[in-house]
């Protein structure tokens, strides 16, 4: 099954998709799909962003994104020669368009509403993952037990969202092209100046225009998500360079002064980087 941007072919007459997705980098375009995906990545590392919000991700993690959620993989080549990516796909309707329904599936009650955000798995995850491991060699009628397993385990695991604002309409193609554009640029470039002209230009906008378009979106403006990409990188390089000073790590991530660094930083991840950095 090949993922197009923004749309996801299902061969007929089959509710449950098994996709293992193996290359030096995951799939790098910003994209939705009716189904909902639940994915366990097996190797690698990276950033990924869902709707308006960007996360890390890394080996080990199991990630649940909802129907029509946008979201994009960037993966970090330089730290592995290959990624790996386990993922299910199924509509919520693909076993009758009333089975979640059932009291005996009440329990999936939450999974389905947390995926509308996308969420991350933070317990259970051993569990979860030896059902992920027998996929491989199950039949198709297996797979859906191991769907159901996975489901239950998922739906009393401890989680946490991905992000916190939806955009309600399907983005058409072109939305999608565009939005992706912008994403890609900001995600290659953060570490640059980037001026509204600059990015109003890859969307094909003038500025007004853009800024509206961008914040109807995401809920956000462009700066507040650039800023967020600039700080989840900076998280990336303390974690992985601990003789890098602070300072370094500021300029390397794109901001002008120290101050502003500690600031946002703080704003966002609730510490300054020195305290993050002790507390790693």
Do not use: W
Request: hydrophobic share 35%; net charge positive; charged share 30%.
């Amino acid at each position: 099954m090949k993922v197009l941007p923004f749309k996801i072919p299902k061969p007929k007459n089959e509710a449950l998709i098994y996709q293992e997705d193996r290359d030096r980098i995951l799939y790098g375009q910003l994209h939705q799909h009716q189904e909902i995906q639940i994915s366990l990545i097996v190797k690698g590392s990276g950033s990924f962003v869902v709707a308006d919000t960007i996360n890390e991700y890394q080996e080990g993690d199991i990630l649940a994104i909802g129907e029509y959620l946008p979201h994009v993989f960037k993966s970090d080549s330089h730290k592995s020669d290959e990624s790996i990516m386990c993922s299910l796909f199924f509509k919520k309707d693909a076993f009758g368009r009333h089975f979640f329904e059932l009291t005996d599936m009440a329990e999936t009650k939450e999974f389905f509403k947390g995926s509308e955000y996308g969420l991350k798995v933070l317990s259970k995850k051993q569990k979860i993952t030896k059902q992920f491991n027998k996929l491989s060699h199950q039949n198709k009628l297996e797979r859906v037990a191991t769907l159901l397993k996975i489901l239950n385990l998922i739906s009393i695991a401890e989680t946490t969202p991905l992000s916190s604002f939806v955009y309600k309409k399907r983005f058409t193609d072109d939305e999608g092209k565009r939005m992706n554009d912008v994403f890609e640029y900001a995600m290659e470039k953060f570490y640059e100046p980037i001026t509204l002209e600059e990015i109003a230009d890859k969307a094909h906008m003038n500025k007004n225009s853009f800024c509206r378009y961008f914040k109807k979106r995401t809920n956000k403006t462009f700066f507040q998500f650039l800023i967020e990409i600039r700080i989840e990188n900076a998280c990336k390089l303390i974690n992985s360079n601990p003789d890098l000073s602070i300072s370094m790590i500021s300029e390397q991530c794109g901001f002008r002064t120290i101050a502003n660094f500690n600031r946002k930083f703080k704003e966002i991840k609730g510490v300054t980087p020195t305290d993050y950095r002790r507390q790693r």
